[in-house]
């Protein structure tokens, strides 16, 4: 699946789980490096690789990381590096996480769910639970808890509407 995202972003660099980890463990280089999660509020609630950040607090706090490589991440890797292809646009230096959160988990690597403490500050809290968008994504380890999205909402207006639009309407049957 890499091979073929890339071909979607040739111009995207990428950085592997280990590299990344090692950046984080190490004080000095996590300096240099924000990791940012481009995926949406369902799924950024539920998980997120330490210390990360979501989209809306990088962009509000953008100036803060002058300097800093951004690291990207969605679930598989697509829509982090299309985010990361616009922040190179912009002419800040991105790279995109390759297998993003699914390969992380399969690396064992620590996720976290985050909550406010009482003090107001972000409170870190490991987890074993991934949303993985979907289930052909599910490719977290065994002892890891997959959370998909529920499309029946979704399913529903699809239904309602003209298939030149993305719709999809049964046949009545004659």
């Known amino acids: 699946m890499g091979k073929k995202i890339r071909g979607h972003f040739p111009d995207v660099p990428i950085i592997n789980c280990t590299e990344l980890k090692r950046m984080l463990d190490d004080p000095l280089l996590a300096q240099t490096v924000v990791v940012l999660d481009t995926r949406g509020p369902a799924e950024t609630d539920v998980s997120m690789i330490p210390g990360s950040l979501t989209t809306q607090e990088f962009e509000a706090r953008r100036d803060e990381f002058a300097g800093r490589t951004v690291v990207t991440y969605c679930t598989i890797g697509?829509?982090?590096?299309?985010?990361?292809?616009?922040?190179?646009?912009?002419?800040?230096?991105?790279?995109?996480?390759?297998?993003?959160?699914?390969?992380?988990?399969?690396?064992?690597?620590?996720?976290?769910?985050?909550?406010?403490?009482?003090?107001?500050?972000?409170?870190?809290?490991?987890?074993?639970?991934?949303h993985t968008y979907d289930k052909a994504w599910a490719l977290q380890p065994d002892d890891y808890e997959a959370v998909i999205f529920r499309r029946p909402f979704l399913a529903g207006v699809r239904g309602l509407l003209p298939s030149w639009l993305g719709g999809f309407r049964k046949k009545q049957a004659s």
Do not use: F
């Open 78 to 130: 697509y829509r982090s590096c299309r985010y990361a292809q616009q922040l190179r646009q912009q002419g800040l230096e991105a790279k995109n996480l390759e297998g993003s959160i699914v390969r992380w988990c399969q690396k064992r690597y620590p996720i976290v769910t985050r909550s406010k403490g009482s003090d107001g500050s972000t409170v870190e809290t490991e987890t074993k639970r991934v």
